[in-house]
């Protein structure tokens, strides 16, 4: 069975500052996948990563995803207050998606 | 293009009331999920569909009754509703697994009491 554990589960971040989201999860896959949700509102998706080594950027937002270790990253450069939301990994499983528990960024000033 | 939709937005129950969910996409996915999120549990799966005309159990069906009907509407229904199924459920869809992935799609989710 799957597990999907991401870590940690609450950040609060200093603007300007760098932090990385971790993804870790318990069996083979090759597709993993970012999601961002706001409080009150839906998942959106952010990152579509679907194979060893894979590196994705969008702004202050860098994901990648290291198959062999059943590791995926989230590093985040420079916060800054729109940052702010709860972000998911989820893998790819016997064609489900396995979600974590996610991580609930708040930057600070 | 509406995306992912779901009817109602909000609504409260009482405990042995029965209702139905409406999930409707418009993008011509073959597959939808239906998730309930509680706090602290992330997302959870209670039923899937592959297609029209099928679907399957995912991690927490009990309590649940799906229906796929129509290749773009996924129907949610709770026969006698439980202060336990208090959650907010989301509705999605993506198409079967290929070079792009299957990315999920989500829509706006229903918040659902039940007293």
């Known amino acids: 069975e799957l597990k999907v554990e991401q870590n940690p589960l609450f950040l609060s971040m200093q603007e300007g500052k760098n932090y990385t989201i971790y993804c870790n999860y318990s069996?083979?896959?090759?597709?993993l996948y970012w999601y961002r949700q706001d409080p009150g509102k839906s998942l959106e998706s952010l990152f579509v990563?679907?194979?060893?080594?894979a590196v994705k950027q969008e702004g202050r937002l860098m994901a990648s995803l290291d198959t062999k270790a059943r590791l995926s990253t989230l590093h985040i450069t420079a916060a800054v207050h729109d940052l702010s939301a709860t972000y998911f990994c989820?893998?790819?499983?016997?064609?489900?998606?396995?979600f974590g528990k996610g991580t609930k960024l708040s930057v600070k000033p | 293009n509406a995306g992912v939709t779901q009817t109602p937005k909000f609504r409260v129950l009482k405990t042995g009331q029965s209702m139905t969910l409406l999930c409707a996409q418009d993008m011509n996915h073959e597959y939808m999920y239906w998730y309930r999120q509680d706090p602290g549990m992330g997302l959870r799966l209670i039923h899937y569909?592959?297609?029209?005309?099928?679907?399957a159990k995912g991690e927490v069906p009990d309590g649940y009754n799906v229906s796929r009907l129509k290749k773009q509407n996924f129907l949610l229904g709770l026969e006698s509703a439980a202060p336990s199924q208090t959650s907010v459920y989301f509705c999605?869809?993506?198409?079967?697994?290929?070079?792009?992935?299957?990315?999920?799609?989500f829509g706006p989710g229903t918040r659902l009491t039940v007293l």
């Open positions: 990563l679907l194979s060893n080594g």
């Open positions: 569909s592959v297609g029209e005309g099928t679907t």
């Open positions: 989820a893998v790819g499983s016997q064609g489900n998606l396995i």
């Open positions: 999605a869809s993506s198409a079967p697994l290929g070079f792009l992935g299957d990315e999920q799609f």
């Open positions: 069996t083979t896959s090759d597709r």
